[in-house]
């Protein structure tokens, strides 16, 4: 017997270290995907008023938008016109975001400070109608390195795709514009006058 549990204890311990840096790595996968997740969440929901704090609050309301504390009611229309001359290659017209800001970013340093590191990035879309959040993740593995080595991964990673949240103002006017743009020429509507109170009517 003594002899039996020298040649099968270590295959048996190995198999349960294995199981459970196993789950370690399903565990810190959860983790990292989590983050991803709800920091691309918290930057596109934040992302149309800077004065937002982490919590999506806005404590004083002349910082609400359009109000004279608060950002341009339309600020994003702007932002979006400039990354379209940036992305044409002409420089020069403002507007642009030049990338996710610092302030931006804050919201989620301010809440999800730790060892998962975190890369926020524009994830694309169309840039005048909206535009997208991409949040990458990495975490480095909680085990030996030999168990590392032997598994062949040092790192877990996560990746999520947030829609910015845009202001009610601003979907009420694009929707607008789009019920507008669909009598083509605009003639077919009888007038403009009649295509405001079908809009309004509607």
Known sequence: MSMEATLVFPFVMVFVLMTVF???IVFQSGMTNYVAYQSSNLVAYNYDNSNKTYAGEIKNTSQYTGNEAGDGLYWRIGEGAGDLFDSLGIGGF??????????????????????????????????LIYKKIRVTTESGLYMPDMFKNLLGVSNVTGESTSIITESTEMVRTYNFAKFLM?????????????????WVGG
């Open 22 to 24: 196993l789950c370690i």
């Open 182 to 198: 669909s009598f083509t020429p605009l003639e077919d509507a009888g007038s403009i006058t009649e295509a405001v109170e079908q």
């Open 94 to 127: 403002g507007g642009g975001s030049g990338g996710i800001s610092q302030s931006k970013k804050a919201v989620v340093t301010n809440n999800y400070a730790g060892p998962i590191s975190i890369e926020i990035a524009d994830g694309g879309g169309n840039i």
